[in-house]
């Protein structure tokens, strides 16, 4: 209730997948097929296709992301990481499929950048100074990255490895719940 649901959509075998409860679906748009992964033990609240198609992050709310492969209906989990202390709220892959940002709430931080496979850091999502509620990596080069919180605040970052490099908080007066880069990389929204 008064939260929104990520949509994600996989282009290659044209299905929406989102977050239910502890699951995540991936319905088929061609047809009357679904399938759903089960892997979560809290309730996810975000789950997004790499663009190569192959896997999908999915987080959820006690801060772990989980990367699991939904090109077949076994859906095996490939890695697990808890990155954040609470909630994801969104996460976002780079165009290479290699690279994740993880934004939602925390304790001492509200964003994780990191390698899908490994886990390990790539940068530091920093420049908040409450929950972070949206994230987008420009799909093209070189990498950008964009956040928006419920402070109003809307970061940018260079990477990878991704660093703080300015913030504008005049533009907006209320939590920011969603940013996004034009296809091209030239614009945000």
Known sequence: RASSVALSYDKRSNRLIYPVGKTVVLRSLDSQTHWVYKGHKANVSVA???????????????????????????????????????????????????????????SDKFGHAFS???????????GHSATINTVDIRQVRPFRAVTGGDDSNIVFYQGPPFKFTASEKTTHSNFIKGVKFSPDGKYIV
């Open 116 to 126: 899908f496979d490994t886990g390990n850091s790539i940068g530091e999502i920093s």
């Open 48 to 106: 997004k296709v790499s663009p190569t198609g192959f896997y999908v992050a999915s987080g959820d709310e006690s801060g772990w992301v989980q990367i699991w492969d939904c090109s077949q209906p076994e859906m095996i989990l490939k890695s697990e990481f808890q990155v954040l202390a609470g909630k994801i709220n969104d996460l976002v892959w780079d165009s290479e499929s290699k690279r994740i940002i993880a934004v939602g709430h925390g």
